[in-house]
Every structure is written in C-alpha cells, then in structure tokens.
C-alpha cells in the first residue's frame, strides 16, 4: 500500500477541492456503476474505497467513504467564463502553446467533480443554515494531500472512460488549466505534484544568446512546503520548474527535508542548494530559495543513481513544446517569457513579485475556488507582441492613431515595424495610409 504522508502546511480545515473537465461538443460519460468501479482499482494502492450513495441521478452521483466524498455532476452547458479569468490572465497560461483561452471560450459543456471532507457534500447554504441553528459542523478535515490524490485519481478514471476527451482541464486548487495530455502524464504519481501548483513569472529583462532570463514564484507551494518556494532569474526556467516539482514531491513523501542549506541532488551533474529566506513583506513566513549548481559531489553514474530519492515521472507531449515568442528587434526569437520586472524584495538579490496571500479555504473551496491572478507588469513595448490579442489592439490603435497625426514619419516607422511583427497586420495599411496623406501634405 502506498503512504499519504501528509506533511503539508494545511492541516484541520475542512475545504472542497475541484477540477472541471471542458468539452466543446458533447460527450458520453460512463455508468456510474462502471466508473466507481474503475475508480476504485486505482484507489486501491492508496487503501481508499469509495462506495455509491442514494443520491444518484441522470446528471449526478455521490461516492464517499466515511470520511469524504466525491461529486460528480455532468453538465450539459459551459461554466461561466468569470471563473476562468484569473487563470487565463497568468502570463503561463497565456504563453502555453496550447491556446486556452480558444479552448475556454468554445467549450459548451463540462464535468465537474468534487472532493471533500465528511461522508456528504454540504453546500454554503446548507453549513449557513446549521451555524444558525447552533448545530456543531461534524466533519472531520482530512489531510489536503489525500484529497489532491482522491481528485487526481478521479479525473484519471474519467479520462480513461468518457469520449471524446476534453478539450482542457481547469485544476481549480492551484486554478491553472491543462491538456488532457499533460494531466495523463501525471498517471502514475502518488500525488500529481504538477498541478498543485502555479509558477508566477518575473523578469528584469536581462536575456543573452536569445534566451530571457526568468524567475518564478511557485504560488501555492507554501501549503505544502510550509513556505513559498521562489526561484531567482534563470535561462532554464522550465527545468527548474521540475526540479521544484521534484523538491516538493520529495518533501511530501518524506524523502526530502528542504532544510536551509540542504543540498540535493537533481541529476548527475546538477545540485540543488535550499536556502531560508528571513520574513519579508508578503512572505511573512520566509522563502525558501532554490538554485541550481554543478553537482559537487561524488555520485556513482548511472539511472539508478538517484532512485532514493526521484520518483519515475512520464513526460507530457506539452513539456516539449518551447514557448516561442519574438522579442522586438531580434532576428531569433525568445524561448523565454518577456514579463517587466516587480519590485525589488529588499537587498537579497532576488525580485518576485508579492504573492496573493489567502487563507487555503478562500483558495481551494468550491464558491471561492477561483484564486486571485498574481499580478504581474507587463510593459507597454511587451504589449505589442503579447499573444493576448485585445491588449496588443488597444496598445496598437492608441499609439499608431498618437504618432501618425503627430508625427507621421514615426507613424510610418510604427505601422512597418507592426506589419512585420504585430498580430494585425491588415490594420497597419490602414495607418499606413492615412501617414503617407499626412507627409504629401
């Protein structure tokens, strides 16, 4: 049997946890007697097995256990796109080659399931109406780690059953949308550690050989890690995304202490260093801060070097598709993300952004689920070659219309520059036009 360890910093709060599987035609879910049944088979290394509740219907079912439940409800019309914003406004989300927010906007129907504590699901109203009444609330907080496992599992089964697939899936606890490939890649984990948490990017701009140097702020990961995890600029932002991963799933497990100074290792040749960062403003519990080194120690070669400590992990079709965009300028384009640097954290040498700071039911509860975006600036040059085509319109109209009638040399500098490198093309004519009237008279 494998062991839940339960070590993360969420302990004794009773809160639902959500993902909603997005379909763009409809789709034909499987009995749930079936479902159950299938479900059961990959809970079973875990010790958990659910059992199916009266409260069945055409749309809905109700499995649990005497300690949680799980709700899947299908729905045979879109999510409302406001539960969406925040994850669609994350410069990952919006540099994912996958294109979700096409994805968002044309889906029609959906799966939803539900994880929580107690042996039945109690809506907002129902807990309301027994605080009133002076009635205890009796259900017992299970670990956040075990729910995240019995949620995985779910959407798991899900996927192996219901067709067509879907075309995205929001994980609402960390409120970050996926490919139904990269969740499958994560078959096989006891805790599917890549959905758990969402990378906030930040840049001072520095980039070299045509690569940005970005950071990134593992939102979340303090629920787990009992600190916010934050990694410094770096030209190997997606590798160190995995090593984070890779950090936590081993913290979780046990493997790893993640104590100050620790140094871990990665692969044969790479080391990560762990360092604590005092209590700052917006990290009010620290920072752990994590950097990668040549690897110093004297490891024996080989795959088996490190099976103490990595756990087997497939690779999503996703994690091999670089994030492309161009940077204004250059004749090769930047396998990086062009994010405006925030603020600096005092003189550590380290810039991040401040997180959100919630309490885990405002973050992972089903009414609340949709977490507040991290805020990030972007600058207004970065705004003309973002993907987010409505920002890159705007900032377009605004200035080509400003220095065409002030100064249509400039306006014709603009409108060329765009037509090469912006998203509207056509509309650089028209600007185009109206300068050259300009400069013949």
């Not at 019309?77 to 044309?106: C, H, W």
């Not at 606890?173 to 969402?198: E, F, N, R, Y």
């Not at 401040?354 to 972007?378: D, L, N, S, V």
Request: aromatic share 8%; glycine share 6%; net charge negative.
């Amino acid at each position: 049997m494998m062991r839940i360890m339960g070590r993360g910093a969420v302990e004794n709060t009773t809160l639902n946890i959500d993902a909603a599987l997005l379909f763009d035609e409809a789709y034909n879910a499987p009995a749930f007697t079936d479902y159950l049944a299938a479900l059961n088979r990959r809970l079973a290394p875990v010790d958990i097995q659910l059992r199916q509740t009266g409260l069945t219907e055409d749309a809905f079912v109700l499995f649990n256990t005497d300690d949680l439940h799980v709700l899947v409800s299908l729905n045979r019309q879109p999510l409302a796109a406001e539960g969406f914003a925040s994850a669609l406004a994350s410069p990952l989300t919006q540099m994912n080659p996958a294109g979700f927010a096409d994805r968002v906007a044309g889906h029609r129907q959906n799966i939803f399931i539900t994880v929580g504590d107690g042996p039945i699901a109690k809506t907002p109203a129902l807990l309301e109406m027994e605080q009133k009444l002076g009635m205890p609330d009796d259900r017992k907080a299970v670990a956040l780690e075990l729910k995240l496992t019995l949620l995985h599992r779910a959407v798991l089964a899900m996927l192996d059953a219901v067709t067509p697939q879907p075309t995205a899936i929001h994980w609402c606890q960390s409120d970050t949308l996926h490919t139904p490939a990269k969740v499958q890649a994560t078959d096989g984990m006891i805790l599917p550690v890549p959905l758990m948490t969402h990378p906030g990017l930040f840049s001072s701009g520095r980039a070299e050989d045509g690569r940005r140097y970005v950071g990134f702020v593992s939102n979340h990961s303090k629920w787990f890690c009992g600190k916010t995890i934050v990694v410094p600029e770096t030209a190997e932002t997606s590798r160190m995304m995995a090593l984070v991963d890779f950090l936590i799933e081993g913290f979780l497990a046990g493997r790893l202490g993640l104590r100050d100074g620790d140094l871990v290792p990665f692969s044969q040749f790479e080391t990560a260093r762990i360092r604590h960062l005092p209590p700052s403003d917006g990290f009010p519990e620290g920072q752990i801060e994590v950097t990668m080194e040549e690897a110093a120690l004297d490891l024996p070669s080989g795959p088996q070097s490190f099976a103490s400590l990595r756990a087997p992990r497939q690779k999503s079709p996703e994690e091999d598709l670089p994030i492309v965009l161009k940077e204004p300028g250059a004749d090769q384009p930047l396998v990086q993300d062009p994010i405006a640097p925030p603020p600096d954290n005092g003189d550590k040498g380290l810039k991040t952004p401040p997180p959100t700071a919630a309490a885990p039911a405002e973050r992972f509860g089903k009414g609340t689920r949709y977490a507040p975006k991290t805020t990030t600036t972007i600058s207004l040059w970065d705004k003309l070659f973002t993907p987010n085509k409505e920002a890159s319109l705007f900032t377009y109209l605004a200035l080509s219309f400003f220095v065409t009638t002030w100064s249509p040399v400039v306006g014709v500098g603009l409108v060329v520059l765009n037509w090469v490198k912006g998203p509207y093309p056509t509309l650089t004519l028209v600007f185009a036009f109206f300068a050259l009237i300009r400069l013949s008279t």
